[in-house]
């Protein structure tokens, strides 16, 4: 949940990247953390396997600038994608204030998309978070390969609720700040409602 | 909708922060911090030099999780502490209802005091963050309903 502190004049929030195994969560991470200056950023912090799959998950906080005189940093995370680290994506949504779906758009991941997009969903409720209610990005992740689902099959199938949709190539950059701008201004779009 | 935020306000951060204070040095430890479980930084207290204590917030909250997670498996609510010992610098992480209270301390001091310590000061963190969460939210109203859409654009300029 956002944390305000008016001693130290700081908004905290909490964004999760989530998504099937491989669809390129890390990468984003990856990407914000090696193109923001380093005043701006803490350490990427990534709990991985010896073959660089996540384990539990990545962690970077990132401060974007001043609001009304408070400092706004975002924590940002990734859940770990593979089916049978459930237990941790669980842990990971605690405390949720906005969330990016990361889709892969390969024809062969589909199944794994929708079922991943299925188990948030699940794993949201259980934490009494309704996705409906949430800020939420979709972002169709991979677009540069040549295997891929158009755009509109993708969104008919995968969006939920007329949500920001961002076409990316994580591994080059593109579309990666698109996505982290979509779902932070509905965070602070959030925190001006509340 | 993302639970309701926490608002911190200045006097109950320097009462949080007299707590820590008195903690660290009646455990003679080297760093006190409260964080949540959720993993945000509250307050801390000591000497925390080239410490990156965003991350260490974190991964403690991480940690507390994943143990927590265990604990349910195992039909327990769950671990209320947790001590990790090194070779020089060790750490204890006391669970306080949503609270997590993490002590980092050395050779000058010993777990059995950092417990001890940190289970005498549990209530009064507790009641203390207790106000913080049945704070109102009028202040958050008049600051933060002028957020107007040129703002957080401006943050990504």
């Known amino acids: 949940m956002t944390f305000i502190n008016y001693a130290s004049r700081e908004i905290n929030c909490k964004i999760v990247y989530y998504g099937p195994g491989l669809c390129g969560k890390t990468t984003n991470l990856q990407h914000i953390f090696d ?46 994608g593979q089916v049978f680290y459930d237990a941790s994506r669980k842990l990971i949504l605690k405390g949720v204030d906005g969330v990016v779906f990361v889709a892969d758009s390969q024809e062969e991941r589909m199944d794994a998309n929708i079922e991943s997009l299925y188990n948030l969903e699940e794993n949201l409720r259980a934490q009494g978070y309704d996705l409906i209610k949430l800020p939420y990005v979709l972002q169709l992740n991979k677009r540069d390969l040549p295997n891929i689902i158009p ?22 950059g593109a579309g990666v700040f698109d996505t982290l701008k979509a779902v932070a201004k509905q965070v602070l779009t959030e925190l001006r409602r509340s | ?127 203390l963050f207790e106000e913080v969460t049945r704070g109102d939210y009028d202040d958050l109203e008049s600051t933060f309903s002028q957020i107007t859409d040129e703002d957080i654009d401006s943050l990504f300029s």
């Open chain 1, 35 to 80: 193109s923001t200056a380093p005043q701006a950023k803490g350490k990427l912090i990534s709990l991985a396997t010896e073959t660089d799959r996540t384990l539990f998950f990545d962690f970077m906080p990132l401060e974007l600038g001043t609001v009304r005189g408070f400092k706004t940093r975002f924590h940002l995370y990734t859940v770990p």
């Open chain 2, 1 to 127: 909708m993302a639970d309701a935020p926490i608002l911190l306000r200045e006097q109950q951060y320097y009462e949080i922060k007299a707590v820590l204070a008195r903690l660290r040095l009646d455990s003679s430890a080297r760093l006190v911090f409260l964080i949540d479980k959720d993993g945000q930084q509250i307050a801390v207290q000591g000497d925390v030099g080239n410490l990156d204590t965003t991350s260490l917030a974190s991964l403690a909250a991480g940690n507390v999780a994943a143990t927590g997670g265990i604990a349910e498996l195992l039909g327990e609510k769950e671990f209320p502490t947790l001590s990790h010992e090194g070779e020089r610098e060790s750490i204890h992480i006391s669970v306080i209802g949503r609270l997590l209270l993490v002590v980092v301390f050395d050779e000058r001091s010993s777990l059995g005091l950092v417990k001890l310590r940190s289970k005498q000061i549990a209530r009064q963190l507790a009641d």
């Open chain 1, 151 to 172: 755009v509109e099959e993708l969104k008919a199938e995968l969006s939920r609720k007329g949500e920001p949709v961002v076409e990316a190539v994580a591994s080059s």
